[in-house]
């Protein structure tokens, strides 16, 4: 069999990809995910608080929502429905923490829940943290002259 008429076949056998279901759960459910942290935010800033405040503040509850889901094993059952729709950065970010800390939590809190939790995040924190120092020398040379 040529790699021609195996391509060919794999595509016959494979079942098909319901993309327009998909795109539709990913869209309601990461709106949805958006709208409860609106929610957080006009709360908290009919509480008082200022507008930084209340965003800083809705970005925590969508953290702890998001960790809470994850290690009681919802949030996962969320993400096999909506795909990418649960990537909305800050709650698919906590999951991408929380997660794997779930995961290795019988190998114990050193080894497993403390090595394994930034196994997915890690990565993105490190080259976040790396670019915003290299931005900042760059921007304090260039305000230098």
């Not at 059952?77 to 698919?92: E, F, R, S």
């Not at 890690?122 to 900042?136: E, L, N, Q």
């Given at each position: 069999m040529?790699?021609?008429?195996?391509?060919?076949?794999?595509?016959?056998?494979?079942?098909?990809?319901?993309?327009?279901?998909?795109?539709?759960n990913?869209?309601?459910?990461?709106?949805?995910?958006?709208?409860?942290?609106?929610?957080?935010?006009?709360?908290?800033?009919?509480?008082?608080?200022?507008?930084?405040?209340?965003?800083?503040?809705?970005?925590?509850?969508?953290?702890?929502?998001?960790a809470?889901?994850?290690?009681?094993?919802?949030?996962?059952?969320?993400?096999?429905?909506?795909?990418?729709?649960?990537?909305?950065?800050?709650?698919?970010?906590?999951?991408?923490?929380?997660?794997?800390a779930?995961?290795?939590?019988?190998?114990?809190?050193?080894?497993?829940v403390g090595?394994?939790m930034?196994?997915?995040?890690?990565?993105?924190?490190v080259?976040?943290?790396?670019?915003?120092?290299?931005y900042?020398?760059?921007?304090?040379?260039?305000?230098?002259?």
């Amino acid at each position: 069999m040529k790699e021609l008429e195996y391509g060919k076949l794999v595509e016959e056998m494979s079942p098909k990809s319901p993309m327009w279901r998909d795109c539709l759960n990913a869209f309601w459910i990461g709106g949805l995910i958006c709208v409860i942290g609106q929610a957080f935010l006009n709360w908290y800033t009919s509480m008082g608080l200022d507008k930084t405040d209340a965003g800083t503040a809705a970005s925590m509850s969508l953290v702890v929502l998001s960790a809470l889901l994850t290690g009681l094993s919802i949030y996962d059952d969320i993400a096999k429905m909506a795909g990418a729709g649960t990537l909305v950065p800050i709650t698919g970010f906590a999951n991408s923490i929380s997660a794997p800390a779930v995961e290795f939590k019988t190998e114990g809190f050193v080894l497993g829940v403390g090595a394994k939790m930034f196994t997915i995040a890690g990565p993105v924190i490190v080259y976040g943290v790396s670019a915003s120092v290299i931005y900042g020398l760059i921007y304090w040379i260039w305000t230098m002259f």
